[in-house]
Every structure is written in structure tokens, then in C-alpha cells.
């Protein structure tokens, strides 16, 4: 790991001791002194990393309050610390209320049943095995009462989906999408209970939190909770702020499905909750997704209309796997884009919570603007639940940077970074290990097992088109014919968007067939036909990138390239007599016949006949378009000779702005891809790296840090992912 990593690691464990009250965590050491609902979620899921204990007693202890009616409270409060926030016990009067826990304070209301996907994550990356079990015993039957309740006071229509009553509900408590149904609440201040708020008291910005006309509308939300004893019938029928949120029901979809999976665990009947995943996806995907904005909407209940406001909210069915693949696509261009801060728009984090280019978009006033790093971390699960990998990167990137950059804040300003809200923020700690941690997930995961050192021995030195039968294609034409076979799997198999490949679809295709059959006709094509440098590097590139993704289907890779001992070395294409391999290729043809960084020599021999065929001067650029098959390496795509400088551009344009480039003016690092490594010779050394990143880097600030600081900088080198790009 990293050491910048691991270093912020310890930082963001050590606050979470600090903010630990004995049982459960607080969310931060001042502003928020008790124990919150989604908060004690998204805390456990950091500590499961590194304390299954931990992380199982922040769970069981806010379930301890649960209402007796399976209602999980928002607030569980700590009595050592009150009189230090609003609305606290004596404000709700939870004890009207016959299903209020008589052995805890709380709060009236819920918030976004996180919990089955922090349990199911816990079980998961639990390192104590024998606690996990029981533990998932004694939780299930309190996880299924929560989603029975949900659904059974929440949903007056059977619908599937269920209404928040507050916006507090929500866990975006000022959202612009609650603007309209709050407007038309008419209070009477007079009428009003009094109050005090507190939580302008903590050196907390006034412009960056709720105001008070708001504030006075969500005290009349609780105080008519209170007058009707918290009653879910009643309240349904008076209450004028019933919502159905697209986040809080895609929270619940998801989780419907951790709780299947724990059901399964236990020994429980699943068929419930997988029956409400069916139902509530059906529901969002149906009721809520506005196809004129490509987004999900609310549904405002008591006007009986769509809530037509854009926020980051409305991408959650991302997560929940609720979108269609066409919704998908949609909300994915939608989100990546200026209005929510595009791939390599240098100027900004992604993703903020609400639209940029609207009039009330603001970048530090709590849900109005700024980048949340909880949203954040459902949208990148969601975005590559659906493939779109490279979004999911960039978006992690910007998680992984900005506690580091600018510290474990609340939240930050979606332009320029910084820190707003309280410090020392509970879940941005917490998540941030958990990131962290899913980032070098496959590190953990490598080696080779005794099938995948057979699988090496049996394939050392395969070549893949040794066949006899030759393809029916004039010895001058097959050039052009293998490269037009290679575009048309690219077009049909290769998501270059995603940068990933379809490799069982392309192994059962005509198109591969023909490919296959091209590629014998290489035993008889003498490279040196090729014309000019264009067409040498778009020739050998493409023939790179498709030997590649060859072997991995011929050999029935399935997890990572690593499978294979030497794979680079071990598949080769005969051409012209000559025996190719990826090596051979990327090393000796395209680097110019410079050393491997691996090895002691050069790659072909003085007297190698393949020395003819050598592109010189070497272009670093290509390290950004030659595909190993693996996750950290370049999108794959096709190079037309035509075009290839321009692609060349766009693919190092787009590897520099991507999570394998992270620049920390904050810290005097500059974070990047072993490639910069493997291959510092070809960009000229460090100060050249530097050179070639400050060329194509799209951020600004990060640049100028860059051209101030080129011969100060410290590297450190990101670990590669060598898992498939499948």
C-alpha cells in the first residue's frame, strides 16, 4: 500500500477513537455529540476493515433503540452530552409514542436503512469469523422488522415505494428538492413551539447551513409528530411533507438485497425481501425516472406530482440496479457532465450534490452543491455495477483525495476542494478506509494457486495461430483485412467507454472466428510492407491489444492475466517466420528495443532479424494505448494509422485525468500509475514524467502546483490492478 495511504489511514482511525462514545461513534466531536442512524452505518463499514468487534457493537447498539413498531430512530442520544443540540428528547416527546424504546432517548423519526449492506459488509471483510455468524443471527430478525415496517406504515399504496415524512428522513436534510412541498407548509410562528437552534454555535458558517424559515418548517414537521403521538396512520393523513425520495427508496432496494443474502446465510426464508427488491425496482424505475431530464425524481405524495428538481439523488437507482440499461446510459451522461462535473473537466469534484448550472446551486451550503463523500461512495458502487468502470475511477479518485487534501471535513466545495462543515467527520474517516481499502483489494487476492501453475506449465509459449488453414485474402490485402477485422471486434466486443471487453461473447462470434483465421495468414506477412510511422505504430498497437485479448480468451483467463506465468512473454503470434509476443512487441518494436524494466537486456539480440522492424523514436504515449487486459491499464480501443497521433493524445489525455494520477499540492506527492515507473526512461526520466503529466493534466490548480514545485516533488506509485478488464 501507499505509504500517503496508509498514513491517512491511521489518521482517519484514530478519529474515529476519538469520536468513540464507549458503544457507538458519534459523528463528530462537537456538532454532533450523539449517535446517528446512517452515520453508525457507514462508520461501521470502515471498521470492518479493521475491527469486526467494533464494527458489530456500533450496529447492535443503535439497534437497541429500535421502536418496537421496527422504526430505527435517527437519533439515538447520548444523556452524557445533552443541551448541546436541537432538537433534543424534551423537543420530540418520543414517550407519547406507545412503540418508543423505554430504555433509550430518541428521536421520532428514521433515516436510510443502510444497514443490511453494512452487515452483509461486515461479514464479508470480517477477519473474526466466529463473532460474524452469531452476529448476523441475533440482527437479521431486527433488519427485516425495519424493511417490514418501512413498508408496511410508508407504502399507503402498495406501491413499493416508501414516503419519508421530514426532510431530516432523507439524510440530505436541505436539499432543493424539498423547497416546493416545504414552501407550501404555512406556519404560523405564533403557533410555533419555541426553540433554540444550537448548531449555529459551533464555528459552523450560518451561509452554509439550513436557514432558519427552514428550520422553523421542520420543527412544525415534529411538533405535529408529537400531537399525534407519533401515530404512522395518523400522520400519514395530516402530515402536508409525505415524499417519495429516489435516494431513500434505492437505499432500501439495495439493501433489500443484502438482507437476502443474509437471510441465506442464517438459514432464514429469503423470499420476502427478494419479493420487495422485484417490487420497489419496478416502482423506481416506473414511477420515478423523468424522461425528460434523464433523471429520477421525487414524487410528492399530497400534491399528487413529480418533484422536478435535479439533484445527485436522482442517479441512486444506480446503485439500487433499479435503472434500466437505457435509464442507465442516460443518467450516466447526464451525470457526467458539466451540470454535475464531467470526466476530465479539471475544474471541479464530482459528483456535487446538486446541479451547477442552476440559479440555486451553491457551492458550500450544506445539500445545495457541495460533494458529499456517502453519496459519492453509493454513486461509484452504482456506476460500476453498471460498467461505466472509468466514471467509478475518477469519482473514487476525487474520495481519495479530498480527506487528504483538505481533511476529513463534512463535506467540500465540488470547485476548489475545500473543507466545509465540521472536522474530524466520522463517516468521511470511515469511508475513506473503506475506499482505501477496496482500491487494493485485488493486492490482497494475488498469487497463483496449483490450478493456475498447471495452466502456466501446460501454456508457456503457445502460439495462437498455428493453424493450417489460411485465409483467402491476396498476401498485400491481409494488413488491411486483419486491421478491419480487429475494428469490427472492437465495435461489436470492446466497450470503449468502459474500457472493458466482453471476452464470452467474442469468443462464441463469427467475428472472432474470422479474426482467428486472419491471424494464420500472418506466418506469411513480412512487416516490412507496413508504410510509414503512422501506420507501424496504429499496426502494431492494435496487433498488441488484440494478441492480448486472444490469449486471455484461448487460455480461459478468468480473473486476472496473472493466471498465467510470464503471460506477456508466453502467447505469441508467428509472423513472417518470426515468433511475436506482447513483449516483444511493446518492448522491442514500439519502445525502440530498450530494456524491460524487468529484465537486464534488451529484448531482441544483436543479431535478432525482428531489430529491422523497430519504431524509433520511441512515443512514451503508447504505454496509454497498449492494453495488458488488466483493470489498471489503458481503455481499449482501435488506432487508425489516419488518426493515430490524435488518439495517441486523447488516450494519454485521458489515462493522466483518471484515479491513476493523483496530484497532492496539499502534501508535495504527486501519486501515479506504475507505468510512470516501469517506463520512466521513455518519458525522459522524472523531471520528463512530470513534463508529460503537466501537459495533459486538465486541472488547473494542479498544474500551476506542478510548475511551482517540479523539483521538490515526492513520488509514490499507485498499486496495479492485474485483474481482468472483463
Known amino acids: 500500500m501507499s505509504r500517503i495511504f496508509a498514513d491517512y489511514i491511521e489518521k482517519a482511525r484514530n478519529i474515529l477513537d476519538a469520536n468513540w462514545l464507549g458503544s457507538s461513534t458519534k459523528p463528530a466531536p462537537a456538532l454532533y455529540p450523539h449517535q446517528w442512524n446512517w452515520d453508525s452505518a457507514f462508520i461501521a463499514i470502515g471498521r470492518s476493515h479493521y475491527d469486526t468487534a467494533r464494527a458489530i457493537q456500533e450496529v447492535e447498539t443503535l439497534f437497541e433503540a429500535q421502536w418496537s413498531n421496527g422504526m430505527v430512530p435517527q437519533i439515538v442520544f447520548n444523556r452524557e452530552a445533552l443541551g448541546h443540540y436541537f432538537p433534543e428528547p424534551d423537543f420530540w416527546q418520543t414517550e407519547r409514542s406507545p412503540h ?71 439524510g440530505i436534510d436541505n436539499s432543493p428538492t424539498w423547497d416546493g412541498p416545504l414552501k407550501r407548509i404555512m406556519v404560523d410562528k405564533t403557533q410555533l413551539p419555541p426553540y433554540e437552534r444550537k448548531d449555529l454555535k459551533h464555528g459552523v458558517d450560518p451561509k452554509m447551513r439550513p436557514s432558519n424559515d427552514e428550520y422553523d418548517r421542520y420543527v412544525y414537521l415534529v411538533d405535529l409528530f408529537r400531537k399525534n403521538e407519533y401515530d404512522e396512520a395518523r400522520i400519514s393523513t395530516v402530515c402536508p411533507f409525505l415524499i417519495q425520495d429516489p435516494l431513500f427508496n434505492s437505499v432500501l432496494c439495495r439493501a433489500n438485497e443484502s438482507l437476502v443474502q443474509i437471510a441465506e446465510l442464517v438459514g432464514e426464508d429469503p423470499e420476502t425481501p427478494r419479493s420487495w427488491i422485484e417490487k420497489t425496482a419496478g416502482a423506481i424505475r416506473d414511477k420515478l425516472w423523468h424522461e425528460e431530464h434523464d433523471i429520477f425524481d421525487a414524487y410528492d405524495l399530497v ?23 437505457e435509464q442507465a446510459q442516460k443518467i450516466y451522461d447526464r451525470l457526467n457532465s458539466a451540470s454535475f462535473c464531467a470526466l476530465h473537466q479539471g475544474n471541479c469534484f464530482t459528483i456535487p ?30 456506476l460500476r455495477r453498471y460498467g461505466y468502470t ?81 485465409p483467402d485474402v491476396p498476401e498485400e490485402n491481409l494488413g488491411s483485412e486483419l486491421m478491419q477485422s480487429i475494428r469490427k471486434l472492437r465495435d461489436t466486443f470492446y466497450d470503449t467507454k468502459r474500457g472493458r471487453v466482453d471476452y464470452q461473447k467474442l ?125 489498471s491499464c489503458a481503455p481499449i480501443d482501435y488506432y487508425e494509422p489516419q488518426n493515430i497521433y490524435d488518439q495517441l493524445n486523447e488516450a494519454s489525455k485521458s489515462f493522466v485525468n483518471s484515479s491513476e494520477v493523483v496530484v497532492l499540492p496539499e502534501e508535495g506527492k504527486l501519486m501515479l500509475s506504475e507505468i510512470f515507473r516501469w517506463y520512466e526512461t521513455d518519458f525522459g526520466g522524472k523531471p520528463g514524467v512530470i513534463d508529460f503529466i503537466f501537459d495533459y493534466l486538465a486541472d488547473e490548480k494542479a498544474r500551476d502546483f506542478l510548475r511551482q514545485k517540479s523539483g521538490n516533488l515526492i513520488f509514490e ?9 472483463r
Open 303 to 325: 400534491a399528487d406530482e413529480a418533484i422536478e428538481v435535479d439533484t445527485s439523488a436522482g442517479f441512486l437507482p444506480l446503485f439500487a440496479g433499479a435503472a434500466t440499461r
Open 390 to 470: 472509468l466514471k467509478a475511477d475518477s469519482l473514487q479518485k476525487d474520495l481519495l483525495q479530498l480527506p487528504i487534501r483538505f481533511g476529513f471535513h463534512e463535506y467540500f466545495d465540488s470547485f476548489d476542494g475545500t473543507g466545509y462543515g465540521t472536522d474530524n467527520f466520522s463517516w468521511t474517516a470511515a469511508l475513506f478506509i473503506d475506499l482505501v481499502e477496496e482500491f487494493y483489494a485485488s493486492q490482497k487476492k494475488e498469487g497463483v494457486g496449483l490450478a493456475q501453475r498447471l495452466k502456466a506449465e501446460l501454456s508457456s509459449g503457445m502460439v495462437l495461430n498455428d493453424g493450417k488453414e489460411m
Open 717 to 725: 506509485y499507485i498499486y496495479y490492478d492485474w485483474n481482468l478488464n
Open 507 to 631: 469468443i462464441d462470434s463469427d467475428a472472432y472466428r474470422t479474426y482467428r483465421l486472419l491471424t494464420n495468414g500472418l506466418q506469411k506477412f513480412n512487416p516490412s510492407s507496413l508504410l510509414g510511422r503512422r501506420e507501424k505504430i496504429a499496426f502494431w498497437v492494435n496487433l498488441y491489444n488484440t494478441i492480448v485479448v486472444d490469449g486471455i480468451a484461448k487460455m480461459g483467463i478468468q480473473q486476472s492475466v496473472k493466471e498465467v506465468s510470464s503471460f506477456f512473454d508466453s502467447v505469441k503470434y508467428n509472423i513472417g517466420g518470426y515468433l511475436f509476443s506482447p513483449d516483444d512487441i511493446e518492448h522491442g518494436i514500439l519502445r525502440g528495443n530498450t530494456r524491460p524494466w524487468f529484465r537486464p537486456f534488451k529484448q531482441f539480440g544483436l543479431r535478432d532479424k525482428r531489430r529491422e522492424w523497430v519504431v524509433l523514436p520511441v512515443d512514451p504515449r503508447i504505454h496509454f494505448a497498449l492494453v495488458c487486459g488488466s483493470r
Open 353 to 382: 450534490n446538486y446541479d451547477t448550472q442552476k440559479e440555486g446551486f451553491d457551492r458550500s451550503n450544506y445539500w445545495r452543491g457541495p460533494v458529499w463523500i456517502n453519496i459519492n461512495w453509493m454513486l461509484a458502487h452504482g
Open 100 to 170: 418508543a424504546p423505554e430504555t433509550h432517548l430518541t428521536s421520532g423519526i428514521t433515516m436510510p436503512p443502510v444497514h443490511a449492506i453494512t452487515v452483509e459488509k461486515i461479514y464479508v471483510s470480517a477477519r473474526k469469523s466466529r463473532l460474524v455468524l452469531p452476529f448476523l443471527k441475533r440482527i437479521y430478525p431486527r433488519l427485516f422488522k425495519l424493511h417490514e415496517y418501512l413498508y408496511r406504515e410508508r407504502d399507503p399504496n402498495n406501491e413499493g415505494l416508501v414516503f419519508i415524512r421530514h426532510p431530516w428522513e432523507s
